[in-house]
């Protein structure tokens, strides 16, 4: 069984500068995270999904940030413009439904100059 | 609010021996608990997991959990720790809202 699947796993951008990243989660998983990991920290959950539908987006920052999973399998995430607080690696994670657990992607490093 | 909490930035242990990495939650109602492992480049991988049931919880690579209850606490804990497990752990709670919390993760050195 393929596990998450991301691209890229590194990204290196001025500021200002869009970027996106892409996830594709295990098959048959309905549930779709994107979280933030900052150096030395655990991940924080930006953006939950249940199918299509964005179920908990509270964390965020929608005036840069923004999420599609048009057909309820592979997601987008999007940075514009990008800010150096910016870097970090940007995990996606699936869960089975029902499921507890959550199976995560290998990451994107993202570094902004 | 749900939190979770790892007291130590950092285990030190030698090869052989016992090993915990500490975890106290708090969440309202009935807490879902888990441990992750990450090896340097690499996302997250799933350990074990506390729904219901017994307090001592088996997972992956002979590692195992305790939930205490009235401690709050959710450690994890290996009999004989191997080089291989150095790593970063991490807590993490999922409480009545479905939304998972990670603690800031603590890294366990196996020295040989």
């Known amino acids: 069984e393929a596990g998450v699947v991301q691209s890229p796993r590194y990204k290196i951008i001025e500021k200002k500068q869009p970027v996106a990243f892409w996830c594709n989660p295990i098959s048959g998983h309905n549930t779709l995270y994107w979280y933030r990991q900052n150096l030395g920290q655990g991940p924080e959950l930006l953006i939950r999904?249940?199918?299509?539908?964005?179920?908990?987006d509270s964390q965020l920052p929608k005036d840069r940030f923004s999420a599609e999973r048009l057909k309820g399998v592979d997601s987008t995430l999007k940075i514009q413009p990008a800010e150096l607080g910016d870097s970090a690696v940007y995990l996606c994670?699936?869960?089975?439904?029902?499921?507890?657990?959550?199976?995560f992607g290998p990451g994107t490093r993202l570094t902004v100059l | 609010a749900q939190s979770v909490a790892q007291p130590e930035d950092q285990v030190n242990v030698a090869e052989g021996n016992p090993l915990t990495v500490k975890c106290t939650y708090s969440v309202s109602g009935n807490p879902y608990l888990f441990w992750y492992v990450q090896y340097p480049n690499r996302g997250l991988q799933f350990l074990l997991k506390y729904i219901t049931g017994d307090n001592l919880v088996k997972g992956s690579y002979g590692f195992e959990a305790e939930f205490n209850k009235s401690q709050t606490s959710f450690h994890l804990k290996k009999p004989s720790a191997l080089v291989s497990d150095s790593a970063l752990y991490f807590c993490a709670v999922k409480g009545g809202g479905f939304k998972t919390i990670f603690g800031a993760g603590t890294r366990l050195f196996v020295k040989a």
């Open positions: 994670a699936s869960s089975s439904p029902g499921g507890n657990e959550q199976f």
């Open positions: 999904y249940e199918n299509e539908e964005a179920v908990d």
